[in-house]
């Protein structure tokens, strides 16, 4: 038994190299877990000074690696593409805009991860005035699913504490997001049609398919800068696109949106995220 199996983070990047730097260097010096390798998978970068950034921090870490990929941007894809790079036994998917918080939140999500019955774990992310981003993912919230307490702070002001206790759920993001390598593998990866919205959780609802546990692991906790590098959905395209993937999540996954989230009682509110009754 290897008490600190390689884990690969893999990290998807488009210039914002300040945000980028950040994420690695509080991984790498914060950090608890002693055995990492970085993938960033560049993707249209355009600015000189990230080409300059990513030469300065190969050199500086040799466990960081940029790989190229060409296509235009698809979140699936590209995690797909940088896993082939990869040479852990588990993979950390990871935005370019998140940090570190708690030291020891690896040995956190890999304390579940290493479990047999486990095929992935999330973590608690923060905004920046350190309210709840990500909880959790519920399934039904707002029609698809949605990240639950929203907004509310960790201590004291979610449901049961809820946020604060490590439990089992239906999804999780992959903003940060550890998945068994194996486990990875038999569910194929990310659906590569799901280019920008709901592949992580497209993954989860794979993962539990195959009668493996998603787990919310509070203890293990990040900052998310929240999609301050991609921009918002306001084109005519990027509507197109949101909207064919609703469609297309509805179709893939509509008896377990009709039965409800197991993890969620039913006679709680699908329209806010703070466990209110409907």
């Given at each position: 038994?290897?008490?600190y199996?390689l884990i690969?983070v893999?990290?998807?990047?488009?210039d914002?190299?300040?945000?980028l730097?950040?994420?690695?260097?509080?991984?790498?010096?914060?950090g608890?877990?002693?055995n990492?390798e970085?993938?960033?998978?560049e993707?249209?970068?355009?600015?000189?000074?990230t080409w300059e950034?990513?030469?300065?921090?190969?050199k500086e870490?040799s466990?960081?690696k940029?790989?190229?990929?060409?296509?235009?941007?698809?979140?699936?894809k590209?995690?797909?593409?940088g896993?082939r790079?990869a040479?852990?036994e588990y993979y950390?998917?990871?935005?370019?805009?998140?940090?570190?918080?708690?030291?020891d939140?690896?040995k956190e999500?890999?304390?579940?991860?290493?479990r047999?019955?486990v095929?992935?774990?999330?973590?608690r992310l923060?905004y920046?005035d350190n309210?709840?981003?990500?909880a959790g993912?519920i399934?039904?919230i707002g029609?698809?699913a949605?990240?639950?307490?929203?907004?509310?702070?960790?201590?004291?002001e979610t449901y049961l504490?809820?946020?604060?206790?490590t439990q089992?759920?239906?999804?999780?993001?992959?903003?940060?997001?550890?998945?068994?390598?194996?486990v990875?593998?038999?569910v194929e990866?990310?659906d590569e049609?799901?280019?920008?919205?709901?592949n992580?959780?497209?993954?989860?609802?794979k993962?539990r398919?195959?009668?493996?546990?998603?787990v919310?692991a509070p203890?293990?906790c990040?900052?998310?800068y929240?999609?301050?590098?991609?921009?918002?959905?306001d084109?005519?395209?990027?509507?197109?696109?949101?909207?064919?993937?609703?469609?297309?999540f509805?179709l893939k996954?509509?008896?377990n949106?009709l039965n409800?989230?197991?993890?969620?009682n039913?006679?709680?509110?699908k329209?806010?995220t703070?466990?209110?009754l409907?």
């Amino acid at each position: 038994f290897d008490e600190y199996p390689l884990i690969s983070v893999i990290i998807p990047n488009k210039d914002h190299t300040d945000d980028l730097d950040k994420a690695i260097r509080s991984m790498i010096e914060k950090g608890t877990w002693p055995n990492l390798e970085f993938i960033v998978v560049e993707n249209n970068s355009t600015e000189e000074k990230t080409w300059e950034y990513y030469k300065k921090i190969e050199k500086e870490y040799s466990q960081v690696k940029v790989v190229y990929y060409d296509g235009i941007f698809n979140y699936a894809k590209i995690n797909n593409f940088g896993v082939r790079h990869a040479r852990g036994e588990y993979y950390l998917f990871m935005n370019n805009d998140v940090e570190l918080i708690e030291p020891d939140s690896l040995k956190e999500m890999m304390g579940y991860g290493q479990r047999n019955d486990v095929g992935a774990v999330g973590c608690r992310l923060l905004y920046e005035d350190n309210t709840l981003q990500h909880a959790g993912v519920i399934l039904g919230i707002g029609g698809i699913a949605g990240h639950a307490f929203i907004g509310l702070r960790s201590e004291g002001e979610t449901y049961l504490n809820r946020a604060m206790l490590t439990q089992d759920m239906s999804a999780v993001t992959a903003a940060v997001m550890l998945v068994n390598k194996e486990v990875f593998e038999k569910v194929e990866g990310f659906d590569e049609r799901f280019a920008v919205a709901f592949n992580d959780i497209d993954i989860c609802m794979k993962i539990r398919e195959g009668k493996k546990l998603i787990v919310y692991a509070p203890y293990a906790c990040f900052h998310h800068y929240e999609s301050k590098s991609r921009g918002a959905e306001d084109t005519p395209e990027k509507i197109e696109r949101f909207n064919r993937e609703i469609g297309l999540f509805n179709l893939k996954w509509e008896q377990n949106i009709l039965n409800g989230d197991p993890y969620y009682n039913c006679n709680f509110s699908k329209k806010h995220t703070d466990c209110r009754l409907r």
